[in-house]
């Protein structure tokens, strides 16, 4: 269509100057590439369009970039450590206190004794060591200490690989037993006496510096945790 002609349409007038003129595109051909055996092949190439660059890292960047994220991994670690150690402490001292009442708020309940033990295997109590590895809580309802088939287990746990939990000597005395009768109290191995004794849980590391939550029982009843500073072993508690 020649520039200046009017196009009439049913709409109106359009005059096709006003259009944006298309340019084409230019292409040409180039020397390229010597072949293999010596001669040379055409290459088409776009005249006007600008050159293709690829983008990515050099391989001097990702060395600097891998250096850096070393250091500072290297220099966050340990307190990244002392955070997951200091978190499994405080979770497993949390589940015992926790054990611990519902063991006398069970007992009070059903009016029978409830038995908090050591346990290997989450079904019958073992008291071949005062490392405790995991523990059950049971109603005794022959009150002989050991679980029968027909007494069912409350509720049991297991501790993390990484922590050491171990009985004071009152707790040892009776056999890894914790036992809560009727009224709600907990007896030493004499019976009489109120039971005052400590489990502590401990991450055997020296961080966090505390390594060692203690979970006593005191007065037969009254729970608390203290944090303590263990040097980073984890040795037998004291009574509490």
Do not use: Y
């Given at each position: 269509m020649l520039p200046g002609v009017n196009v009439c349409t049913h709409t109106g007038t359009l005059k096709s100057d006003t259009l944006a003129p298309i340019h084409p595109v230019k292409t040409r051909l180039a020397r390229g590439p010597q072949g293999p055996g010596g001669g040379v092949s055409p290459q088409l190439q776009v005249i006007g369009m600008p050159p293709v660059r690829s983008h990515g890292f050099t391989l001097i960047e990702l060395m600097v970039t891998v250096a850096v994220a070393g250091i500072l991994l290297a220099l966050a670690g340990p307190g990244f450590r002392e955070a997951i150690h200091a978190n499994r402490l405080g979770s497993a001292a949390n589940e015992l206190v926790a054990a611990v009442q519902l063991a006398r708020a069970e007992a009070i309940r059903s009016n029978r004794r409830v038995t908090l033990c050591r346990s290997a295997d989450g079904s019958?109590?073992?008291?071949?060591?005062?490392?405790?590895?995991?523990?059950?809580?049971?109603?005794?309802?022959?009150?002989?200490?050991?679980?029968?088939?027909?007494?069912?287990?409350?509720?049991?746990?297991?501790?993390?690989?990484?922590?050491?939990?171990?009985?004071?000597?009152?707790?040892?005395?009776?056999?890894?037993?914790?036992?809560f009768r009727g009224d709600g109290l907990a007896r030493a191995a004499d019976n009489q006496t109120l039971l005052a004794g400590t489990l502590a849980v401990c991450v055997a590391a020296t961080q966090p510096a505390e390594n060692v939550r203690d979970v006593s029982l005191a007065s037969g009843s009254r729970t608390r945790v203290g944090r303590r500073n263990g040097g980073g072993a984890c040795g037998v508690p004291a009574d509490s």
């Amino acid at each position: 269509m020649l520039p200046g002609v009017n196009v009439c349409t049913h709409t109106g007038t359009l005059k096709s100057d006003t259009l944006a003129p298309i340019h084409p595109v230019k292409t040409r051909l180039a020397r390229g590439p010597q072949g293999p055996g010596g001669g040379v092949s055409p290459q088409l190439q776009v005249i006007g369009m600008p050159p293709v660059r690829s983008h990515g890292f050099t391989l001097i960047e990702l060395m600097v970039t891998v250096a850096v994220a070393g250091i500072l991994l290297a220099l966050a670690g340990p307190g990244f450590r002392e955070a997951i150690h200091a978190n499994r402490l405080g979770s497993a001292a949390n589940e015992l206190v926790a054990a611990v009442q519902l063991a006398r708020a069970e007992a009070i309940r059903s009016n029978r004794r409830v038995t908090l033990c050591r346990s290997a295997d989450g079904s019958a109590c073992d008291a071949t060591s005062s490392t405790w590895p995991g523990w059950i809580l049971f109603v005794d309802t022959n009150a002989d200490g050991v679980r029968a088939a027909a007494e069912p287990v409350i509720k049991s746990g297991v501790f993390d690989i990484a922590l050491v939990v171990k009985s004071s000597a009152r707790i040892t005395a009776l056999t890894e037993r914790i036992n809560f009768r009727g009224d709600g109290l907990a007896r030493a191995a004499d019976n009489q006496t109120l039971l005052a004794g400590t489990l502590a849980v401990c991450v055997a590391a020296t961080q966090p510096a505390e390594n060692v939550r203690d979970v006593s029982l005191a007065s037969g009843s009254r729970t608390r945790v203290g944090r303590r500073n263990g040097g980073g072993a984890c040795g037998v508690p004291a009574d509490s």
